[in-house]
């Protein structure tokens, strides 16, 4: 088991499995209640680095307070094991949240937080966890005008690896 807080070593151990890690600077503050089109105001030049890099048409926000409605739900959808037909691009512009990485027999777990942005390839097993009173916003990227579409993969192996509260 490696245990890391080295960023450079966390990208070269993520790059050599074919996820991209980077640690972007971010100047700009969200208002409390910022709509998404507000977000993607304020982060329009880091939207169009991203889409400059690939082929993403879509691009959304999703932001999780401990006071969020469908919070119980949706971390719930997301703790379950599952693949996207498409590659998972996340820029973190507040908080954190803990992805993990089901890669040929071994799970790498990546802690995400403000100014990161992490690229999970198509068919990548994994999870993610935004905690039990998550306080997060990233930015999410898209290769389809559908959005966010998982393919859950019945496995339960995320019940066996630590989450973040």
């Known amino acids: 088991m490696l245990v890391c807080n080295d960023p450079v070593s ?4 993520l790059a050599q499995r074919g996820i991209s890690l980077e640690r972007w600077p971010v100047a700009h503050a969200l208002p409390p209640r910022a709509d998404q089109s507000t977000i993607l ?5 880091e939207v169009a680095r991203v889409q400059g890099n690939g082929d993403y048409e879509t691009v959304d ?9 469908d919070r119980v739900d949706l971390r719930s959808k997301f703790l379950s094991e599952h693949t996207h037909f498409e590659d998972e691009v996340r820029f973190f512009v507040e908080g954190q949240g803990l992805f993990s990485l089901h ?3 071994e799970v790498l777990v990546a802690l995400c937080e403000r100014g990161d942005l992490i690229s999970v ?5 994994h999870w993610f966890d935004m905690g039990a009173t998550p ?3 990233a930015l999410r990227f898209f290769n ?8 859950f993969t019945g496995d339960s192996i995320a019940d ?3 989450r973040l509260d």
């Open 10 to 13: 966390i990208q070269a151990e």
């Open 41 to 45: 105001a304020t982060y329009a030049n």
């Open 61 to 69: 926000t999703i932001r999780m307070t401990p006071d969020h409605p």
């Open 103 to 105: 890669i040929a027999g």
């Open 121 to 125: 390839p198509a068919g990548t097993r």
């Open 135 to 137: 306080s997060f916003c």
């Open 144 to 151: 389809n005008s559908e959005g966010w579409v998982a393919n």
């Open 160 to 162: 066996h690896f630590p």
